[in-house]
């Protein structure tokens, strides 16, 4: 008998399903429900997912990186200021360039570096990713890594100039002197950088080593008196102190220095360390001889300086090659010292020239003068396939 349905028109009743077509239909329904569930899922887990990435990349990571800096030639201007000055001696013109190089270090004290950073800086060969402590000393401030690079900047300095007038025969007195004042600290607004400390409490100063015997028990929180001299007048001074652990500090960094009979100023802003004493030293016996030392070459460099002459190994000689070559540098002073890292690592049409002591700095630069040329100067290749 025909059977009457709610929709228009008349059907006959169907025939009920068998168990397998039943058993296909229910996983056939529970496969749509799943399509259409996913991608809610996909679409949370993938949201998830970039908070967790994001997140992640904005971690400070403890690693510094080191990447090429300026190149900055010292018998020229830095931030319009001239850098090297020599007052009250004779000085002669110049010409061509002697370039101090810096590396720029991020992640220091005070700073930070993403993982992102770090990873893209792998890839990169101009760049070094280090572990923070072996750059920075594990809980070292800002105002403290300022302080001490100021210091190494001060004392390079003074041993650059001392190793020129040495080779010129000119001599000096030793002193104690201010390398840095800590921001802040308890000096801070009372001793200068520079200033040269000659009584503790009215007891002559003669080397830092006594000066600190002079300052030891003091009463922390107690003023010092000193005497010190500055721009050449002395003054009677009063400074303050702070309690660090148990004893007196002023917040300063003392070096033995020098008095020369000549007013030498160096002036970089605020670059610190050590490692321009060989560029440095150079640039004063050029400016103090005639004629131009470099022959007008660009002629770029590093290395610390010790007093007996001595070019010593610095940081991130990688990237101040890097740095050297797109300031427009010809030649590249290297302390032989580093020539592991410098092989394989040589920008183009960068000449290289490997140096142990001022005396060879000398005559790798008048060699380069007189011949433009680095034919006959030893090469990191040459120092490291004895």
Request: proline share 7%; aromatic share 4%.
């Amino acid at each position: 008998m025909p059977r009457v349905g709610h929709n228009v028109g008349v059907t006959d009743a169907p025939t009920p399903p068998s168990r397998p077509a039943r058993a296909r239909a229910f996983f056939a329904r529970a496969v749509d429900d799943a399509q259409f569930a996913r991608p809610k899922l996909a679409l949370t887990s993938l949201g998830l997912l970039c908070v967790m990435v994001l997140g992640g990349s904005l971690l400070p990571v403890p690693y510094v990186i080191e990447r090429p800096g300026p190149a900055l030639d010292v018998l020229g201007e830095y931030q319009d200021e001239q850098i090297l000055t020599i007052e009250d001696a004779e000085t002669y013109p110049t010409e061509g360039e002697l370039m101090m190089t810096t590396v720029s270090v991020d992640g220091g004290p005070g700073y930070r570096v993403t993982p992102v950073e770090v990873i893209t800086s792998w890839f990169d060969r101009s760049k070094q990713v280090l572990p923070k402590e072996a750059v920075f000393p594990e809980g070292q401030t800002r105002e403290q890594t300022d302080l001490d690079n100021s210091a190494a900047m001060s004392g390079s300095q003074q041993g650059a100039v001392a190793v020129a007038l040495d080779e010129l025969g000119i001599e000096y007195e030793d002193v104690v002197q201010v390398a840095g004042v800590e921001k802040d600290g308890p000096a801070d607004g009372t001793l200068e950088p520079g200033d040269v400390i000659v009584a503790v409490d009215g007891t002559q100063a003669r080397d830092v080593a006594r000066v600190r015997r002079l300052l030891e028990g003091r009463t922390p929180g107690k003023d010092i008196p000193l005497t010190v001299l500055r721009d050449g007048e002395e003054k009677e001074l009063s400074v303050p102190t702070k309690d660090v652990d148990g004893a007196a500090k002023m917040g300063i960094v003392l070096v033995d220095g020098h008095e020369f009979p000549m007013d030498v100023d160096i002036s970089v802003g605020d670059i610190g360390g050590p490692s321009a004493g060989l560029i440095f030293s150079l640039s004063v016996y050029d400016e103090l001889t005639p004629g131009a030392l470099t022959g007008g070459h660009s002629i770029a460099g590093t290395g610390t300086i010790s007093e007996d002459g001595t070019v010593g190994p610095i940081g991130g000689i990688r990237q101040k090659l890097v740095g050297a070559k797109e300031s427009g540098a010809e030649f590249f002073l290297a302390p032989a010292d580093n020539c592991t890292e410098v092989v394989g690592y040589e920008p183009d049409k960068l000449q290289v020239v490997a140096v142990a002591s001022f005396d060879e700095a000398l005559t790798a630069t008048e060699t380069i003068a007189s011949t433009g040329d680095t034919g006959t100067l030893p090469t990191c290749e040459d120092m490291t396939s004895k």
